[in-house]
């Protein structure tokens, strides 16, 4: 499972920021694969950023749009997830996600899950 702390506080001002990390543990593979979800009220869980072990990176076409940066330390199995610019249509519970070696971004491909965070943007 993930043990995840949020930074920046739960409830953000429209136009500020927030940076959300999360720790693996009991992962015992070095190649792995590492996700942000998110799920706002009434909506399906979606994907949000991936980080896979050897930098690689990947931002959902529907969130985000640039504003979002996913970021981790491989050693650590950390993640954290940088959001900018934020607006409204962010408010969602975000999840830390893993998987063993290469993941598709959905929600399917990851098996590791640590507790959802609430984030609220307000206007």
């Known amino acids: 499972d993930f043990s995840c702390r949020r930074l920046g506080g739960g409830l953000v001002q429209s136009g500020g920021s927030l940076r959300l990390s999360c720790v693996a543990s009991?992962?015992?593979?070095?190649?792995?694969?590492m996700a942000w979800f998110r799920q706002a009220p009434g909506k399906e869980r979606e994907f949000v950023a991936q980080?896979?072990?050897?930098?690689?990176?990947?931002y959902s076409a529907d969130s985000g749009k640039g504003r979002f940066t996913i970021s981790g330390d491989n050693a650590k199995k950390t993640v954290d997830l940088r959001m900018d610019s934020l607006t409204p249509e962010d408010t969602a519970d975000y999840y830390c996600?893993?998987?063993?070696?290469?993941?598709?971004?959905?929600?399917?491909?990851?098996?590791?899950w640590g507790p959802g965070t609430l984030v609220t943007v307000s206007s």
């Open positions: 996600a893993a998987a063993k070696g290469w993941a598709t971004p959905d929600a399917e491909s990851y098996t590791y």
């Open positions: 009991g992962l015992t593979f070095d190649d792995y694969s």
């Open positions: 980080l896979t072990w050897n930098g690689g990176t990947m």
